[in-house]
């Protein structure tokens, strides 16, 4: 199995990513958090290069303020993701001093922020070798369409992983077990006739059976946003709860002025809810927030999707 697998990812595997061209465990690391959420083709068009750039090494990433490091994430969502990469560098580079690297042990891995069990197998199958298994969701696909599982549960798919990974080739098993779920073992309508899997597996006769969906209702949210302009400037603040901490927003409120003006409304889905946000533009004769900005300087500064969203409703309204 394991011969087909490297003859597999030979012939078809994506072996030109540059994540993949590299030993450095700083990129391979910021690849495995771009791609949590994130398509391939959108992090190589968009976002790998252009931070590789700004932040061409660990020490310069943990020495980077926050506001540029989201500045460089702005569009990617999921802002924990970048915060918690600069607390890692920042962590990494204030312990080890200059040329700081990530540790190549998984338990040490697990203790720095955001780096959760697949990232540190990751980042050790990938940047030190280690003969160990990843589990994104596309192997998890796999593991349980080969063994005909129902339900994904983590604790079997962990020990399975590790009972069929590549132990002589760790690099390319892993690589081509991601990429024959990307192309082949899809969730829907499978390829199993040019899988190489396919002498073994036992979902392959209803595959898109395993594993079984569960429900989910995502539920919705409504916010109202209070647009305060003030000379042709809008004021935004910062927000500071758990979700989107860090990133400049336009202010929500619980009921809008009277006198403020209803100008449209925005959605955006989030994995666990959609938003709704209803807008209204308030023209004031006077300066009563903290902070304001023009429309220019707003695109400059680090904000939400949804309060792009927002800027574009506006920009639409008063041209
Ligand atoms: S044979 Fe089909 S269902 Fe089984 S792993 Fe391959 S593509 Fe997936």
């Keep these: 199995m394991h011969q087909k697998i490297q003859n597999w990812y030979k012939a078809h595997g994506r072996t030109d990513l540059p994540w993949r061209n590299t030993d450095d465990p700083y990129p391979i690391w910021l690849s495995e958090v771009m791609l949590q959420q994130t398509q391939v083709k959108t992090v190589l068009e968009r976002y790998y290069f252009p931070f590789l750039e700004k932040f061409p090494t660990l020490e310069a990433l943990g020495n980077a303020p926050l506001d540029e490091v989201l500045k460089m994430w702005e569009g990617l969502g999921y802002y924990n993701r970048a915060k918690n990469l600069h607390k890692t560098a920042q962590i990494l580079t204030q312990t080890q001093g200059s040329a700081p690297a990530l540790p190549s042990k998984i338990e040490e891995l697990m203790k720095l922020p955001g780096i959760g069990k697949n990232t540190a197998h990751a980042v050790a199958a990938f940047a030190f070798h280690q003969p160990v298994p990843v589990m994104e969701a596309n192997v998890r696909r796999i593991l349980c369409r080969i063994h005909a599982m129902e339900d994904a549960n983590d604790k079997a798919l962990w020990q399975i992983a590790y009972e069929m990974v590549d132990r002589d080739n760790p690099f390319a098993y892993n690589q081509a077990m991601m990429d024959i779920g990307a192309t082949l073992c899809t969730p829907k309508a499978p390829q199993c006739e040019r899988c190489p899997f396919e002498h073994i597996c036992q979902g392959k006769h209803d595959p898109e059976h395993y594993p079984v969906k569960k429900r989910r209702t995502v539920p919705t949210r409504e916010q109202h946003i209070m647009l305060n302009l003030y000379n042709n400037k809008l004021a935004l603040t910062k927000r ?29 889905a989030y994995t666990h809810f959609k938003l709704t946000c209803k807008v209204y533009l308030y023209d004031a004769l006077e300066k009563t927030e903290d902070h304001y900005f023009t429309p220019k300087q707003i695109r400059r500064l680090a904000i939400s999707k949804v309060d792009e969203k927002i800027l574009n409703l506006y920009l639409d309204t008063v041209q």
Excluded at 240 to 264: D, M, N, Q, S
Aim: proline share 7%; net charge negative; glycine share 14%.
């Design 240 to 268: 500071e709860g758990k979700f989107l901490h860090g990133l400049w927003g336009f202010p929500a409120t619980e009921v809008p002025l009277c006198a403020a003006e209803y100008i449209g409304e925005v959605t955006h």
